[in-house]
């Protein structure tokens, strides 16, 4: 970007937003692969703007549907409980839908319009998230008076294919080769390394290791705090090779942040990593390793089917996942069949000599 703006006789005080997209242009038509949407400089043009070094963005032209959004953020955070990574991806659903249908035409929304909006919607981005987004949205909007009648309840559910089928299995093999592929000698090596320990060995989502604080690792108690779906506060113990995998990180590979979060960027701004960082980099580390790709939930997923193998019941498994369901927990701990004939409760009054036979 400096050598792009001293080929054209500029200072950053000049890069605004049209300069923006003349830079991406030229790097387009340069061949270059990085740093060529707007998406892909975004993180360093806020960094740049929150110094001063560069002019703001440009005011939203619709400051009404600003306004909505911003509104709609704070009830979903302040009213309805949920996290800012949660209210930041229903407001994305909800960002959408106002740019096709804008707060002066609210009142005038019916069922067709909005099935023509989820329909093209789902054709782009995985269903569930735009339903959910979009119910949220559409409710908020009947309780403060914007729609006549509560079009949520016009959106069709989302099939749970979920339980058809066996998740995805990860060999332990697998799971060992992505953790020795991490040369810890490295900054991102170290970082990646503890993210793979702790997904594996404690089965946390992708947002639980991207949300983590640094005053969440009790060190003395070897416990670590999880925060969980919603305003969820959880405990674990820290087990001594997944805390010696964040002490390396901590004390060699994490540069000075202004942040708490545990993990962050090694790119500047060095800003927390997120849950979609957390999943690229496992998928990226598939790719190294050469295995089948698969993003940072399988690692939960695998993590449950071990402890199933080693013996641990349903009710334990919740216990560590954080269910308060066991059938939740049964989506997660499908394994092969012999397993779970093992892990099947005796039938009650059943003979202790009956043997079971796998259906042909």
């Known amino acids: 970007m400096s050598r792009w703006l001293e080929a054209h006789n500029l200072d950053l005080i000049d890069f605004t937003s049209a300069l923006v997209d003349e830079f991406l242009q030229a790097r387009t038509g340069e061949g270059y692969v990085r740093l ?22 440009r005011l939203a032209r619709h400051s009404a549907n600003a306004d909505i959004l911003a509104n709609f953020n704070e009830y979903l955070i302040e009213e309805r409980g949920l996290t800012r990574s949660t209210a930041r991806d229903y407001a994305f659903v909800a960002r959408r839908f106002v740019d096709d249908n ?42 403060r008076g914007l729609t ?13 294919v979920g339980r058809s089928s066996l998740a995805k299995d990860i060999a332990p093999s697998d799971v060992l080769r992505l953790l020795e592929s991490c040369d810890q000698t490295t900054a991102a090596g170290s970082r990646n390394f503890a993210i ?10 992708a947002k639980e290791v991207a949300t983590m604080e640094l005053s969440d690792i009790d060190w003395r108690r070897a416990e670590m705090t999880v925060r969980g779906k ?6 674990l113990p820290l087990p001594v090779d997944v805390g010696e995998a964040l002490a390396a990180w901590l004390a060699t590979g994490r540069p000075p942040c202004a942040h708490r979060y545990v993990f962050c960027r090694l790119v500047a701004p ?24 698969f993003a940072a939930h399988a690692l939960r997923h695998s993590a449950a089917r071990h402890l199933l193998r080693a013996g641990s019941n349903l009710s334990d498994i919740a216990q560590v996942l954080r ?23 005796p039938w009650p009054g059943a003979s202790t000599h009956a043997s079971l036979v796998s259906p042909s």
Do not use: W
């Not at 919603?230 to 405990?235: F, H, I, N, Q, W």
């Not at 012999?338 to 409760?345: E, G, K, M, N, Y």
């Open 148 to 160: 006549k009648v509560n079009l949520a309840n016009a959106i069709p559910a989302v099939a749970n």
């Open 36 to 57: 060529i949407t707007g998406k892909g400089v975004a993180p360093l043009l806020s960094y740049l703007r929150a110094c001063g070094v560069i002019p703001g963005a």
């Open 323 to 345: 269910h308060e369901n066991v059938a939740t927990t049964s989506v997660y701990a499908r394994a092969d069949h012999a397993t779970l004939v093992r892990a099947a409760q």
């Open 102 to 143: 804008p707060v002066a035409r609210l009142g005038h929304l019916n069922v067709e319009r909005v099935l023509r909006f989820l329909s093209d919607e789902c054709r782009h981005f995985v269903p569930g998230p735009v339903v959910t987004g979009l119910r949220a949205f559409l409710r908020y909007c009947f309780l």
């Open 196 to 205: 793979l320990s702790v997904l594996a060995r404690l089965g946390l989502r």
């Open 230 to 235: 919603g305003p969820r506060l959880d405990r």
């Open 270 to 293: 060095l800003g927390p990593l997120t849950s979609t960082g957390v999943s690229g980099m496992v998928a990226a580390t598939c790719r190294r390793v050469q295995i089948p790709e």
